[in-house]
């Protein structure tokens, strides 16, 4: 089993930059998924960005593609969510998730594993 811990998120204005940290207490395996998913108030959670742990291949939701970018480092056991040009619609909490299996979700009901959350408010 893995505890995830999240964190990094604060406040900003439009258009600077947060980068996110995500660390697992356990190795993360190859075969493995990682994933930030975001819920802003009053909407669902939603997906963002997820990286197959052994190759390095990463998935965006359309809303943050060529802004955000997902990477790992296996050695910390930690995945990361460098985040650019923010946006007031960008504002969420942030929660990174882990899953076994090679598959790629954006369902948050496939995960099983969930850090705590982390704000993310963009506002001028």
């Known amino acids: 089993q893995w505890q995830l811990v999240d964190t990094g998120g604060g406040l900003v204005q439009p258009g600077d930059s947060l980068k996110l940290s995500c660390a697992a207490s356990?190795?993360?395996?190859?075969?493995?998924?990682m994933a930030w998913f975001r819920q802003a108030p009053g909407k669902e959670r939603e997906f963002v960005s997820a990286?197959?742990?052994?190759?390095?291949?990463?998935y965006y939701a359309d809303s943050v593609k060529g802004r955000f970018t997902i990477s790992r480092v296996g050695a910390e056991n930690t995945a990361y969510l460098q985040m650019n040009s923010l946006k007031p619609q960008d504002t969420a909490v942030y929660y990174c998730?882990?899953?076994?299996?090679?598959?790629?979700?954006?369902?948050?009901?496939?995960?099983?594993?969930w850090g705590q959350g982390t704000q993310v408010t963009v506002s001028s």
């Open positions: 998730a882990a899953r076994h299996g090679w598959r790629v979700s954006r369902t948050t009901g496939e995960y099983d594993y």
């Open positions: 356990g190795r993360i395996y190859s075969s493995a998924v």
């Open positions: 990286i197959r742990w052994g190759t390095g291949r990463t």
